[in-house]
Nanobody, 118 residues
Framework: QVQLVESGGGSVQAGGSLKLSCADS????????MAWFRQAPGKERELVSY???????TYADSVKGRFTISQDNAKKTLYLQMNSLKNEDTGVYYC????????????WGQGTQVTVSS
């Protein structure tokens, strides 16, 4: 069965870095796009970044210049390199993946906690 498993979350001081990974398995087709969402306590889930099958990337304004999304197609793994972390980056980060032809976020990971402290 299709499953996305995030890893790499943890606690880090403000200004530090973390790299999240998302292993995508069980889906035989090519992903339309893959993404990282996050949800802070008391807030709605928001799109952080996504990468299309052609490598095109999109970032939320709040993370531009600090986060980098990438993927290793051979390993079927998505990454999110997070630098210069801020307290407001704290939350549960979710990996999501879309299938052709809808390109909707239909597959989700369980989430990994990222906590940024001062």
């Amino acid at each position: 069965q299709v499953q996305l498993v995030e890893s790499g979350g943890g606690s880090v001081q403000a200004g530090g870095s973390l790299k999240l990974s998302c292993a995508d398995s069980g889906y035989i087709g090519r992903r339309c796009r893959m993404a990282w969402f996050r949800q802070a306590p008391g807030k709605e889930r928001e799109l952080v970044s996504y990468i299309r099958s052609d490598g095109t990337t999109t970032y939320a304004d709040s993370v531009k210049g600090r986060f980098t999304i990438s993927q290793d197609n051979a390993k079927k793994t998505l990454y999110l390199q997070m630098n210069s972390l801020k307290n407001e980056d704290t939350g549960v980060y979710y990996c999501a993946a879309a299938r052709f032809p809808s390109c909707l976020w239909v597959d989700w990971g369980q989430g990994t906690q990222v906590t940024v402290s001062s």
